[in-house]
């Protein structure tokens, strides 16, 4: 009788391998940087030396690899994930929803939102109504992607005045994270945001002298303009929480902040 088919594990040296190109270092450069020898870390990567668990941590750290996928490296090696992963709602996250729960509220009247590692809508204030009360009903429909939502036909981008210019900043960051975390889901969202935007990425040119690319949108309250910032949670060592970020929108001009304010009352005013 035949043995059952079973998945193979990558092992750990092609992964390191993939990991240090999409870095583009050195198997120097990533020794030095591990504070372990070129010769050690051949070893490892050609499969003549198996890795401790704190070693498979040390260059997952020299590397900058997220923790997901540190989680992987490990199961690689044959250990066991070191990062666990739990839902939103579970009881040993209050804090974290509490956290979060405070920071849109307190950034009103302006834009707040928490999305996942893949843009996926968490968390909103009531400012975000604002900016989305065009978008096509079924663009809301959870799970909601934020950047579908912004650069779609059908979303946000028939009211962005500066479209191409924030489009090709959306694009960039999205590239940036899609090399870094090596998801294939982001390099797909990233393909069909593309296509969204006129004749594909632009390479806008930015004004001059100016300080970063703005959110420049026409809405029912009048013509808004925004700079905007991301959160993260900094000494995250569990899966959701490390992969969480709060987008906020901040006025980039007077006429923005006194549309926002009429238009988002104090909560219970």
Known sequence: MPAPLTAARPDIGPLLRQWRARRRLSQLDLALEAGISARHLSFIETGRARPSADMVDRLSEALGVPLRERNSLLLAAGFAPAYPERDLDEDAMAPVREAIERLLAAHEPYPALV???Q???MAA???VA???????PALLEPPVNVLRLSLHPEGLAPRIINLAQWGEHILARLRRQAIAT???ALFALHDELSSYLPGGPSHADHDAGMIAVPLRIDTDIGQLSFLSTATHFGTATELTLAELAIEAFHPADTATAQY???AVPPAGG
């Open 182 to 184: 090596g998801d294939p």
């Open 260 to 262: 926002m304010a009429a």
């Open 125 to 127: 204030n009531r400012a």
């Open 119 to 121: 843009w996926e809508l």
């Open 115 to 117: 999305v996942d590692r």
């Open 130 to 136: 604002v900016l989305t009360a065009a978008a096509a």
